[in-house]
């Protein structure tokens, strides 16, 4: 293990009992090569300061849970090098666009709700008996949305969409790719369902394509692009009406 | 719940991301689109006021402040088409089965293929 000397870790710390307002302390921790910010941050808990707060749990890039500000960039702790970042500091920060709880940790409340309002699961008209077997899928059919369908909930999206930062009731990216996850799985028969909720102006009209969420994705979702996606299939819903209205076009 | 620290709204959030600052330069060209649809109404304007009205609004346009004014605009449009273009395989992808098309080749599918097409059609209607 190669060790430089060391780092300075700029950490935001707040505690409601305590604190007004945030405040940034200072820790100096061993430099490692291979290890990530979150490595950094569980060495200050354990050795300097057990009372900095913050979420981790997979150390994979799996749980979605260590996403944080870094030097100002939306970033999962797990999976950000203190290599690339040395030998400056490091800030890190509570996600941006989510009121904190306590030092490193924001309040996912509203972001569930969001992912619960765009019913992500599968809606069928008449549900089959187990007995009669599984709905199947075509490998074709599975490509459609399977991108869509590797978001991990880490919410590095909405720290990084300025629509989620000026309008709380902006449903955001993650919770709109899911929503178009499901309208594009052959399974499903729940998109008009689902659009009542999509088409609204809190949801992916409020989206001005700024396409910052897809960079930031650590897993490639690409919520950008599902809404645009979205946005098409909605527009067709939108003149179908037109066409054949009451209920027509379902 | 209380007790919970809300950070203070970042008014200059734009300048925060290269990525934001493209975005604002984007929306800056529609106004530059607007502006020449603006020019293009005149002109029609000036073909219903005669032969001289047009000739008359034709020489202006030909000026050096309005040439600069023609060059930027044309600038401004081809950033914009160039970054639609661009976004065209995000919004509408094209599926072979199981293989997605690639970004450049749905770019031309989806984009610059039929704009090429239905521009050659406008060019040989106009010139027939
Ligand atoms: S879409 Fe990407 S950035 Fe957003 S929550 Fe899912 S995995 Fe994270
Ligand atoms: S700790 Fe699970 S994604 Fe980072």
């Known amino acids: ?30 430099y490692n090569e291979d290890w990530v910010v979150l490595d950094a941050i569980n060495w200050i808990k354990d050795h300097i300061d057990g009372t900095v707060t913050h979420r ?49 940790v924001v309040a996912m409340d509203g972001f569930m709700d969001k992912l619960d309002a765009v019913k992500p699961y599968i809606i069928r008209d008449d549900v089959n008996d187990t007995s009669e077997g599984e709905y199947r899928q075509s490998p074709a059919e599975l490509a459609r949305y399977k991108q869509f369908s590797m978001c991990i909930n880490c919410m590095l999206c909405y720290a990084a969409c300025p629509v989620v930062g000026h309008e709380e009731e902006f449903l955001g990216p993650a919770a709109l790719a899911l929503g178009h ?70 | 719940m209380s007790g919970q620290y809300h950070r203070p709204h970042r008014w200059a959030w734009w300048t925060e991301r290269p990525g934001y600052m493209r975005f604002m330069v984007r929306e800056l060209t529609s106004v ?3 502006g020449y649809l603006v020019v293009f109404v005149m002109t029609l304007a000036s073909v219903g006021g005669g032969e001289a009205a047009f000739a008359e609004w034709i020489a202006a346009l030909g000026t050096p402040a309005w040439m600069a004014a023609h ?20 919004a509408m992808p094209v599926f072979l089965g199981e293989r997605r098309l690639p970004g450049p080749v749905a770019q031309i599918v989806m984009g610059y293929g039929p704009w090429l ?3 050659a059609v406008i060019v040989w209607w106009v010139v027939r």
């Not at chain 1, 939108?238 to 066409?243: A, H």
């Open chain 1, 1 to 30: 293990m190669a060790n430089n000397g060391k780092i300075t870790l700029e950490i935001f710390r707040y505690h409601p009992e305590t604190d007004s307002e945030p405040r940034y302390q200072s820790y100096e921790v061993p």
């Open chain 1, 56 to 104: 981790w749990s997979c150390r994979m890039g799996v749980c979605g849970s260590c996403g944080m500000m870094v030097n100002g960039e939306p970033k999962l702790t797990c999976a950000a090098f203190l290599k690339d970042y040395h030998p400056r500091a490091v800030k890190v920060e509570p996600l941006v666009n989510f009121p904190v709880e306590r030092d490193l």
């Open chain 1, 181 to 250: 996850r499901y309208n594009k799985d052959s399974r499903d028969e729940g998109q008009s369902e689902r659009m009542e909720v999509m088409l609204s102006d809190e949801a992916m009209w409020g989206c001005t394509f700024v396409g910052e969420c897809s960079v930031v994705c650590p897993k490639h979702v690409d919520p950008a692009g599902a809404i645009q996606q979205a946005k098409a299939m909605g527009a067709q819903e939108y003149f179908k009406g037109f066409v054949m209205p009451r209920g027509a076009g379902e």
């Open chain 2, 32 to 34: 530059f689109m607007a």
């Open chain 2, 71 to 90: 060059v930027v605009a044309l600038i401004a449009a081809v950033w914009h088409a160039v970054t639609f273009f661009g976004a065209v395989p995000q």
């Open chain 2, 117 to 119: 097409t239905v521009s």
